[in-house]
């Protein structure tokens, strides 16, 4: 569903070339103004199905990367952009590949490995507002590492905490913003399945929808991405997975912001709290149930939100 307004903006799309590699009842914690929510009513059953991408872009951009070289590329997990390059990160050869504003290609972090000065997991990256270095979590190892930036060489490495999450994103005052969804960790000391927590270098400073489920070692996660960064006025959102309630991260607090109405569409409100494999059973077999909103972009001209359905 897309809210818009009557400003139109340019669009830009990546091409990449590729050589292709292949294996043939919630705690509301440090949570107000629930009565003040913008409530966003939407009907997937009479939805349209499609949009043309004219009705809000009146131009496109097209950057081809990669062109003319042969660095192997596998799955495209992410692309950051910044003033001096374009940032892919390639999920299946565990690397970071730098562009030009042009698309052609830079150079390359590829330090997948067990060496002193390697990553064994290729977590988060972060990139520094002077792209003076690469900040990488390697979630196997618990620890983030930090490179310089085009040279690579490693400056330091501090140590992160074990944690399964399924995304995370950082301020530029070092808060770590963290959606662990339904994952089993150990959160200031106490076992639970809480939904998103918040952490700095001196430890979890706040966690929300605190709830303990008998997971029998299952879990999961409704979408990769659950945590928005607005890189236009440094503001992030945290999409909840079963409250349908979008909120604006505030510091070490989350404001609520948008509630999605599905309507006779929606999934039963205690699901998140029962059995997970109850709960994965269920998503299995849902029909013309609306889940999971997650809000993709929100800016001054447009808020995207896409769901399951």
Do not use: W
């Not at 949009?51 to 951009?61: G, H, K, R």
């Not at 062109?67 to 050869?93: A, H, M, P």
């Not at 998103?196 to 008998?214: A, L, S």
């Amino acid at each position: 569903s897309i809210i818009t307004h009557h400003m139109k903006k340019n669009f830009i799309l990546f091409i990449v070339s590729l050589l292709i590699l292949c294996n043939c009842k919630n705690e509301r914690k440090n949570i107000s103004n629930y009565n003040e929510i913008e409530v966003i009513q939407i009907l997937p059953e009479t939805a349209d199905k499609y949009i043309n991408l004219s009705n809000f872009a009146d131009s496109i951009e097209i950057i081809q990367l990669n062109k003319g070289s042969k660095e192997l590329i596998g799955i495209v997990q992410r692309i950051i952009i910044r003033d001096k390059y374009i940032y892919l990160i390639d999920k299946t050869l565990k690397q970071i590949l730098l562009f030009d504003k042009e698309g052609n290609y830079v150079t390359k972090l590829s330090k997948y490995g067990d060496g002193p000065e390697c990553y064994s997991f290729l977590g988060p990256v972060f990139i520094d507002s002077l792209e003076s270095y690469i900040d990488i979590i390697d979630m196997r190892a618990n620890k983030i590492l930090r490179y310089s930036n085009p040279t690579f060489e490693l400056i330091k490495s501090n140590p992160f905490p074990d944690i399964s999450f399924n995304s995370c994103v950082r301020t530029q005052d070092s808060i770590y913003y963290i959606a662990t969804q339904q994952h089993e960790n150990i959160i200031n000391g106490k076992n639970t399945n809480t939904e998103f927590v918040i952490y700095t270098t001196d430890g979890f400073i706040n966690d929300f929808f605190d709830k303990r489920i008998d997971a029998k070692k299952n879990n999961y996660s409704a979408a990769t991405e659950s945590i928005l960064e607005n890189c236009d006025n440094k503001s992030f959102y945290y999409s909840s997975m079963f409250t349908n309630t979008i909120y604006s991260i505030d510091s070490i607090s989350l404001e609520p912001l948008y509630y999605i109405d599905f309507g006779n569409c929606r999934m039963p409100e205690d699901l998140g709290t029962q059995d997970i494999k109850k709960q994965i059973n269920y998503i299995h077999q849902m029909k013309e149930t609306a889940a999971f909103p997650i809000m993709t972009l929100n800016n001054k001209q447009y808020t995207f939100i896409t769901y399951f359905y």
